[in-house]
């Protein structure tokens, strides 16, 4: 089977008349890992690197974030279209995607626009489509407390509100749950046992989805690889391994038909 090769490295993409900051690293599968925020700059090369041995690990800056120009709009629709520019920039015909945070909740959203490129669905610590105010009171008690990843740029205070607001419009779409339920790849989330946030609307959104999986790891908060990196490093691990040998799979069977390959060229 013959696959095409990515450039490794940082490379800025063309979206729409922005700049958009990228690194690829790693080879194998291709994985796409966004960051949370939404407004924050990348900050997942410690998780890229637990899987960069299976799997080639793609990340990107939303536009307005780090080194990513700051052009408008700043939306949920912006957001997706931008990752599939990058999909395609790269080559890839199908790849995992994923994130943490609100990184995972806009790894749903892509899927749900672009299921025919979606190989499974990988949430750290996120993928909350609905809360409550009892979920919002419990994370603002804890927020002052919570230690960040470490952010090599500031937030950006424009994209944040926007894309928020943008996101409040797309979970109120009448089929969104109904779409959901559609999705037919697998799904993991891993979620902290300790993270402010209360995890049901990701247990919820796990049941929901026909091969989804939620594993909650004991006293992990919401940053897992600070504290629990072998535990994440595990599950990561397993489902890469698991969706890989799928997409091998299905690839053989397309290279006798002469169908495309893993890898657009």
């Not at 080194?67 to 920039?89: F, G, M, Q």
């Amino acid at each position: 089977m013959t696959r095409g090769l990515m450039a490794l490295g940082e490379t800025y993409v063309q979206s729409d008349g922005a700049r958009i900051w990228t690194v690829a690293q790693g080879q194998g599968v291709p994985v796409m890992l966004c960051n949370g925020g939404p407004g924050c700059c990348d900050y997942l090369g410690p998780v890229a690197g637990m899987i960069d041995d299976i799997a080639c690990v793609l990340r990107f800056e939303q536009r307005g974030c780090g080194r990513s120009d700051a052009k408008r709009p700043y939306n949920l629709e912006t957001c997706v279209s931008d990752l599939d520019i990058i999909r395609r920039h790269y080559g890839v015909a199908e790849w995992i995607i994923g994130g943490h945070s609100w990184g995972s909740d806009l790894a749903v959203a892509y899927a749900l626009e672009h299921p025919e490129h979606v190989l499974g669905i990988l949430g750290i610590s996120g993928g909350v489509i609905h809360k409550d105010s009892a979920w919002r009171e419990q994370y603002r008690r804890g927020k002052a407390s919570e230690v960040n990843p470490g952010f090599q740029f500031p937030s950006d205070t424009d994209v944040n509100p926007e894309v928020n607001e943008s996101w409040k419009e797309f979970v109120r779409r009448p089929d969104l749950l109904r779409r959901i339920a559609g999705l037919t790849v697998p799904a993991l989330f891993v979620y902290g046992e300790n993270d402010i946030r209360p995890s049901w609307p990701v247990e919820q959104l796990a049941q929901l989805l026909p091969y989804g999986q939620f594993v909650l790891i004991s006293g992990a908060a919401h940053v897992i690889w600070l504290t629990h990196a072998n535990a994440l490093q595990n599950q990561l691990r397993d489902f890469v391994v698991r969706v890989a040998e799928q997409w091998d799979v299905k690839y053989r069977s397309r290279c006798v038909t002469g169908d495309e390959a893993p890898f657009l060229g």
